[in-house]
């Protein structure tokens, strides 16, 4: 079929199309002018609305506005009122500041004063208190003072006794001198303090006259000692003097005196009786640390001086016993050199020991009597042993004989009487003279004459001298004892250990001796041996004797010193008869 469409038919379709839509779009105009007009109205009613609650809103606003602005002022008036009341608060703040600080300052000011016037109070509480005290402490000094005073003056008056008991009973008197640790206490297994060798003091002088040995380790001891006198460590040589000064006096009163020191090797004898040289030989013995010879020998002259004139002189003989032999160290050669020669003892016809020809000379001071000393011991016997370099081999005996040409009536009558006794005696034994002189030449500048002037050089027999011309004698005996420690100790070998063994039996003999005296046996053996046999009339006689023990203080030489306290207990156990006063007539005035 054809397709033909008429243009007619196609525009009448447009058209009626375009008259639809036209009759859509007046219809949707028509609806849209409605709904405009329904919006015009709700716009109006809206409008309406929103003036209406605008105006409400602005009255609300203004009321709140209005509210505000009255809180506000009443806020500002509060706060001027505040800010006011801050004021005044401040200013009060301020006042009471200025106040308080005011207080304080006061306060202050105030406790200081209250602080001053409390230390014020209380050091006058406690000067108080402290003046009591002081005054108390003061009275206690001094009471206590008194107190050692009057047990200084009764130690004093307990030994002036115990010195007249000592006296009455003839005993012998033992003075005891610990020395201070030196160099060679230090043994090579001694402990160390500080990497330095240290040892301590088992031996200690606890008072006047008391020792106390005291050892833990071997030999265990715990005992004390007795003696007349007791010296310490710190005593000078003085007060080692001082003690025995009276016996000088005994003397010149007519006694006959003997020192004797006893002791192991390196305790202090030689230190004692002669004193300390310095290391260098041509060293001279400082004044204080002079010892017992040249001390009492300065006070003998000094004592002699105050009698009269040329009325006494002083002879010196110095004797060592060495391997049981007696040799004179002051004889001399002929070219006057001092070489020591051997004497006998003898014993004489009164029973008393002499050594014939023994050298004197005479002596006019203390200085004199040094000069010889020193120049004599260099013969001495030394040998240096363990314990110390110069240890004496020998006892070394230094006699000062007074002889006194002042004889008055009781002294004629004593002598008399001895003369009686003598011619008795004579004619039963041989008489013996007491001494031989040095020769004559050798004192002929000499001021003071010896009645016993003639040389001779041996033992011989001579005429006593008549009654009248017979000087009064008395003498001071001082020994220098060897060393009495064992071999062992000294660490001597070969021809060392026979002088050992001498001054060892010698030793022994002197104790045998002290012990046969002390036991008032009928035989002494004083003539065992050389030493006891010359010093027989000081040790049994009728010489007032003083042993001066001296100990070293340290656990080394605990055996030797224990030995040499025991020795010195013993000698004290001796009652010999009084001691015999050569004639009362020389008693000091
Ligand atoms: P000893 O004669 O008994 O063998 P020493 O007298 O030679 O002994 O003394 C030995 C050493 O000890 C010496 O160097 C001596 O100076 C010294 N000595 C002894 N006793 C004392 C003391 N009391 N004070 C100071 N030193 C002393
Ligand atoms: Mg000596």
Redesign the pocket.
Request: aromatic share 0%; charged share 20%; with cysteine.
């Given at each position: 079929m054809p397709l033909f469409i008429n243009r007619d038919q196609i525009f009448a379709h447009q058209v009626h199309l375009l008259e639809h839509k036209l009759r859509s779009k007046e219809e949707r105009i028509l609806e849209m002018e409605t709904e405009n007009a329904l919006l015009h109205l709700r716009l109006v009613e809206c409008l309406g609305i929103l003036h209406c609650g605008r105006n409400e809103e602005i009255q609300v606003q203004r009321q709140k506005h209005q509210q505000q602005r009255k809180v506000q002022k009443s806020t500002h008036a509060a706060l001027s009122k505040l800010l006011s009341e801050v004021q005044v608060l401040k200013q009060d703040l301020r006042n009471v500041l200025t106040l308080y600080m005011g207080f304080a300052k006061e306060m202050e000011h105030q406790s200081k004063q209250l602080f001053e016037c409390m230390g014020t109070a209380i050091q006058d509480h406690q000067s108080d208190d402290m003046q009591k005290l002081q005054a108390q402490v003061a009275a206690l000094e001094h009471s206590l003072q008194e107190e050692k005073e009057r047990c200084r003056e009764e130690r004093l008056r307990r030994r002036l006794l115990h010195n007249t008991l000592v006296e009455l009973r003839g005993n012998i008197r033992v003075h005891c001198?610990m020395?201070?640790i030196?160099p060679f206490d230090y043994s090579p297994g001694s402990p160390t303090t500080n990497g330095s060798l240290s040892c301590e003091a088992v031996v200690q002088a606890i008072n006047d006259d008391c020792v106390l040995v005291n050892s833990n380790k071997s030999p265990v001891v715990n005992k004390i000692f007795e003696f007349e006198r007791v010296h310490g460590?710190e005593d000078s040589q003085q007060t080692v003097f001082e003690e025995m000064k009276p016996l000088l006096t005994s003397l010149l009163d007519g006694y006959n005196v003997c020192i004797m020191a006893y002791?192991?090797?390196?305790?202090?004898?030689?230190?004692?009786m002669i004193g300390?040289q310095s290391e260098e030989p041509t060293a001279v013995v400082q004044d204080s640390q002079q010892g017992i010879i040249p001390r009492a020998a300065s006070e003998l002259f000094k004592m002699i001086s105050e009698k009269p004139a040329d009325s006494h002189m002083v002879e010196i003989s110095v004797v060592e016993v060495y391997n049981n032999e007696v040799l004179d160290l002051l004889a001399r050669d002929e070219d006057g050199a001092a070489v020591g020669v051997k004497r006998e003892v003898i014993t004489t016809s009164t029973g008393t020991s002499e050594v014939p020809c023994l050298t004197y000379e005479l002596v006019h001071s203390s200085a004199d009597v040094m000069q010889l000393i020193n120049s004599v011991l260099k013969l001495r016997a030394h040998s240096p042993t363990l314990v110390?370099m110069?240890?004496?081999r020998s006892h070394l005996i230094v006699t000062l004989t007074v002889s006194s040409k002042s004889p008055d009536a009781l002294a004629l009558a004593r002598r008399l009487q001895n003369a009686r006794q003598d011619v008795r005696r004579v004619s039963q034994k041989e008489w013996w003279s007491p001494r031989c002189r040095r020769a004559a030449s050798s004192h002929s500048s000499s001021p003071v004459s010896s009645p016993c002037h003639s040389p001779c050089h041996s033992p011989c027999p001579s005429p006593r001298p008549s009654i009248t011309q017979m000087p009064l004698k008395t003498k001071l005996q001082v020994v220098?004892l060897a060393?009495s420690e064992c071999a062992g100790m000294s660490g001597v070998t070969g021809a060392a250990l026979w002088e050992s063994s001498c001054i060892n039996r010698s030793l022994s003999a002197l104790s045998d001796v002290l012990g046969a005296l002390a036991e008032q046996r009928t035989h002494v053996p004083y003539r065992n041996s050389k030493l006891t046999h010359l010093l027989q009339d000081a040790i049994g006689g009728d010489a007032k004797l003083l042993i001066m023990l001296?100990v070293s203080p340290t656990q080394r030489f605990l055996t030797e010193s224990l030995q040499s306290l025991g020795f010195g207990s013993r000698a004290r156990q001796v009652q010999r008869k009084p001691p015999c006063r050569k004639n009362t007539a020389l008693k000091m005035k």
């Open positions: 001198r020395r201070p030196l460590p002791g192991q090797t390196g305790s202090g004898k030689t230190h004692t300390s110390h110069d240890s004496s220098d060393g001296c």
